[in-house]
């Protein structure tokens, strides 16, 4: 039996060695997030609020934490939502949110996931041998620290949300506050495009992701202060569609109109080698200009009832995913193969989640699967698929069930509306909607979806 192995919580942290810059950034953060969240003033508060939490997510150093005893790693996903809930708390109107806040509606799902943690201990105390790899059991400390970082990652995004809007323009600030971010992130997108993603380097000294890992055929992936070019594209792709939902409610951001500052956003989205991320972006243009609102909000929940079936008829066979290759194959056979690859490897990892359906196997990476030399040959790529391995079915219901929830109910609430809120809230309700489809193929990179699912929890509860 080989050295025995935990991963941290956060296993994908860079190292021991310490980055200066990377951790004054983070101390920073708390401080200068804290202060200005504090001093919002009254009618800018849900954008000044929404811009502080989306900074921390946007240019944040990755893969460097505080490690403090009993707690989790604390580290941008942690502080981004967590600095500016606390601060929103200590002023005199508080969360506003009350005890049935935190527990009404799609929150319940939080408990789901977070209560979850423990029946995966309970199901996990036995060790892992894969030839020289050893990794140890889960114990009730373990189910505590991942408990606390889910907690504080999403739930804490989710709460957040919830917090600020109260109306629908608390709502149009946070979708403001999305585009200004992602006008943000442009000047970054195209030098990565022409020198390689680089940024993250200049800034905090490393690298997080390999080089193999952001070509594409003879260009770049660019990634930003993020984990990889597929989240950098779908926080494009969201900061666009806002910016179709704002110049359907005639907002204007920065003097421009919202339209007018759409178009820099989709030609660097469409150049920025995603092919996901534009279709998203295509199908959200055409639904703004061709769909009434009650058309935009049915095809939002068809999206997420497709989302919520896919994992069990992925898992029971019923989809044949390998047809789709095969016609994707035809057209570009380089795309074909990194999908079969994908496939395959999900087919690997729901035989191996099966094996503990309810609640998983829990983090230090015993959802993988190893070679006999203790080498993982696992390549993990959509959200559902790692939840599933990790926290089972409870997990995955937690996950899908509080992001997914918030897009029902909207006809009713909206009837009084005007017509352009109407417009607006339904563009809102489908870019959330296409913000669950993208954990399909796709990593849970940002807690952006449950940020979303908060501030349209807060203002479903606002008409009720």
Do not use: C
Request: aromatic share 12%; charged share 15%.
């Amino acid at each position: 039996m080989g050295t025995p192995e935990r991963f941290s919580p956060s296993a994908d942290r860079q190292d021991d060695r310490m980055y200066p810059v990377a951790y004054v950034a983070l101390l920073s953060f708390v401080v200068i997030g804290f202060v200005s969240v504090r001093s919002a003033p009254p009618g800018q508060r849900a954008l000044r609020v929404a811009l502080v939490y989306l900074a921390g997510q946007m240019f944040l150093p990755n893969r460097v934490v505080f490690d403090l005893p009993i707690l989790p790693p604390i580290g941008k996903m942690v502080l981004s939502s967590t600095v500016p809930l606390l601060a929103l708390a200590s002023t005199p109107a508080g969360l506003g949110l009350g005890t049935k806040g935190f527990f009404r509606g799609p929150a319940i799902f939080i408990w789901v996931s977070v209560l979850g943690q423990l029946g995966t201990v309970r199901a996990n105390p036995d060790a892992l041998d894969f030839g020289p790899k050893h990794i140890v059991g889960l114990t009730l400390q373990d189910g505590v620290a991942f408990a606390l970082l889910y907690f504080g990652t999403t739930g804490t995004a989710f709460y957040l949300g919830r917090a600020l809007v109260r109306a629908v323009g608390d709502l149009k600030q946070l979708l403001e506050a999305i585009l200004i971010m992602g006008l943000l992130q442009l000047p970054i997108v195209l030098i990565e495009l022409r020198m390689s993603p680089q940024v993250h380097k200049w800034v905090y000294g490393f690298s997080v992701i390999g080089f193999a890992n952001v070509v594409r055929g003879e260009g770049y992936k660019p990634v930003g202060f993020l984990l990889g070019g597929l989240a950098m594209a779908i926080f494009l792709f969201a900061a666009a569609a806002g910016a179709m939902a704002l110049s359907r409610a005639g907002v204007r951001v920065w003097r421009f109109r919202a339209g007018t500052l759409l178009v820099p956003l989709w030609v660097v989205l469409a150049v920025s080698k995603n092919l996901g991320a534009n279709v998203f972006a295509v199908a959200a243009y055409l639904a703004s200009r061709f769909l009434t609102w009650t058309w935009t909000l049915r095809v939002a929940m068809i999206l997420v009832l497709a989302s919520y079936s896919y994992p069990y008829a992925r898992s029971a066979g019923y989809v044949d995913v390998y047809k789709f290759t095969d016609w994707v194959a035809e057209k570009t056979p380089e795309r074909a193969a990194s999908l079969a690859f994908r496939f395959v490897n999900e087919d690997q990892m729901l035989a191996r989640a099966f094996l503990r359906p309810a609640f998983g196997w829990g983090g230090y990476g015993r959802n993988k699967i190893f070679n006999d030399r203790g080498e993982s040959s696992t390549v993990m790529d959509g959200a559902w698929i790692i939840t599933l391995g990790q926290q089972g079915i409870v997990g995955l219901v937690g996950l899908f069930g509080l992001i997914g929830m918030p897009v029902f109910g909207w006809n009713k609430r909206l009837r009084q509306a005007s017509a352009d809120d109407r417009k607006f809230v339904a563009g809102v309700v489908l870019l959330h909607a296409f913000l669950l489809v993208d954990l399909l193929p796709n990593g849970y990179f940002l807690t952006l979806p449950a940020f979303v699912a908060g501030g349209l929890t807060g203002f479903r509860d606002a008409t009720s």
